[in-house]
């Protein structure tokens, strides 16, 4: 079971990737598609590790975060820059594909950990309140302090993940109606 639908999810992730490397201009609706899967397949193989592996979700947010960190320096010593506004070659492109999916997976692992070690529930607990607010600093102090527009974009990309797992977690109700 889990293999064959993981191994699905790998499928249509490759061919999705394939579709956004066989294009010669920037095309809305493929790049929305591509940005789904990399945050499907990101978020999936931070969760592969904790419950496969058993890895404590600590260790998975620290390896995914050494990726992203690594995939950022290399991407940088090659390409002089990790500006996502300079993708204009498939090297550079595939860079950014695998930063975006590292920044998925640590931003992902982060979000468990928080739901789970620190015991913050979804919604009602805070966790929404805690990740609307990290996200808003980010924001803030790229707006107001002069940070990096580069380094905000990353952080956002990470620290939006929690943020929207958070959105997409309804409340439980208190009263069951059943």
């Known amino acids: 079971g889990v293999v ?3 191994g699905g999810i790998g499928l ?3 061919a999705i990737l394939a579709l956004q490397f066989s294009l010669r201009s920037y095309n809305t609706w493929t790049y929305w598609l591509t940005v789904v ?3 499907v397949v990101g978020t999936e193989v931070g969760n592969g590790l904790h419950t496969e592996l058993s890895l404590p979700y600590l260790a998975v947010a620290a390896l995914y975060l050494a990726v992203l960190a690594a995939v950022l320096v290399t991407w940088r010593a090659s390409e002089k820059t990790v500006s996502p506004r300079s993708i204009c070659t498939p090297r550079r492109e595939m860079f950014f594909w695998a930063a975006a999916m590292a920044a998925f997976a640590v931003g992902g ?7 789970r070690a620190f015991q913050l529930g979804f919604f009602q607990q805070g ?3 805690l990740w609307a607010a990290v996200t808003g600093l980010t924001a803030l102090a790229w707006w107001r302090s002069r940070l990096n527009p580069v380094l905000a974009f990353w952080s956002a990309f990470v620290v939006t993940r929690p943020l929207a797992a958070a959105i997409a977690q309804p409340p439980r109700p208190s009263i069951c109606w059943l």
Request: proline share 0%.
């Open 4 to 6: 064959l639908v993981g």
């Open 12 to 14: 249509v992730f490759l």
């Open 37 to 39: 899967a990399v945050s």
């Open 109 to 115: 692992a982060v979000g468990h950990l928080t739901t």
């Open 127 to 129: 966790y929404l309140a």
